[in-house]
């Protein structure tokens, strides 16, 4: 059993940045791929950004490509979301998970077994 916890959520202008991170207790998730969701309201739930079990191989979704960043650290047990010129429709609620059955980014949210409760970001015109 693993328990994912994010933190970084926040209220923020169009144009800033945050940092999301997801911090890992419980059974290890160094080898499990990783990824990030968020879920509008009235919105089915979106994939966002996906990291391979070394930090080599990463998935983005084209809506944020080229402005967030998905990073991982396996000794301290964090995945990090940085997000940059964030947009009033990249307002979500940004959950972390991890996917035990592959070593790889993936973008298929059937591969992830195990999900933090979410942290809120909103970004505001």
């Known amino acids: 059993q693993a328990q994912l916890v994010e933190s970084g959520g926040g209220l923020v202008q169009a144009g800033g940045s945050l940092r999301l991170s997801c911090t890992a207790s419980?059974?290890?998730?160094?080898?499990?791929?990783m990824g990030w969701f968020r879920q509008a309201p009235g919105k089915e739930r979106q994939f966002v950004a996906s990291i391979s079990w070394n930090g080599v191989g990463t998935i983005y979704a084209d809506s944020v490509k080229g402005r967030f960043t998905i990073s991982r650290d396996n000794v301290r047990k964090k995945v990090d979301l940085k997000m940059n010129s964030l947009k009033p429709e990249d307002t979500a609620i940004y959950y972390c998970?991890?996917?035990?059955?592959?070593?790889?980014?993936?973008?298929?949210?059937?591969?992830?077994?195990?999900w933090g409760l979410g942290t809120q970001v909103t970004v505001s015109s």
């Open positions: 998970a991890a996917a035990p059955r592959t070593t790889q980014a993936t973008y298929n949210a059937q591969e992830y077994d195990y």
């Open positions: 419980g059974r290890t998730i160094s080898y499990d791929g």
